[in-house]
């Protein structure tokens, strides 16, 4: 399950960046849940193109990760995001406005 989850945020970031082609074979496997078979009738092409292909785009959306860098960015100020939401419900301890102003700026920062 982890590997579908991972799968569908590196597409969600970088999928415009893959051919049409294979936006339509990598989401019918995994976000439709097709079969190798399925797709490889739907689309005219052999079983074993279909694999090779779904694991061409994995490496392509990994390398643009590795580049690039922006689920990892994200992630990071998903948390600091997470902190200061949770830093807001205690408004009425004194240091907490000064921590929740320096994550501000730490995103800021980041951004």
Do not use: P, W
């Not at 074979?25 to 976000?31: C, M, Q, S």
């Not at 849940?33 to 005219?44: H, P, Q, T, Y």
Request: charged residues 30%.
């Amino acid at each position: 399950m982890e590997k579908i989850v991972e799968q569908g945020i590196l597409y969600d970031f970088y999928g415009e960046l893959l051919t049409a082609h294979q936006r339509r074979i990598y989401e019918d496997a995994v976000f439709n849940d097709l079969s190798l078979s399925e797709i490889a009738e739907d689309n005219g092409i052999s079983r074993q193109g279909v694999h090779d292909l779904l694991k061409r785009c994995d490496k392509i959306l990994a390398e643009y990760e590795s580049k690039l860098h922006l689920v990892e960015k994200f992630t990071h100020i998903k948390k600091k995001v997470e902190q200061i939401k949770s830093l807001s419900g205690k408004m009425e301890q004194h240091d907490a406005a000064g921590q929740i102003r320096a994550l501000a700026q730490e995103i800021l920062e980041e951004l």
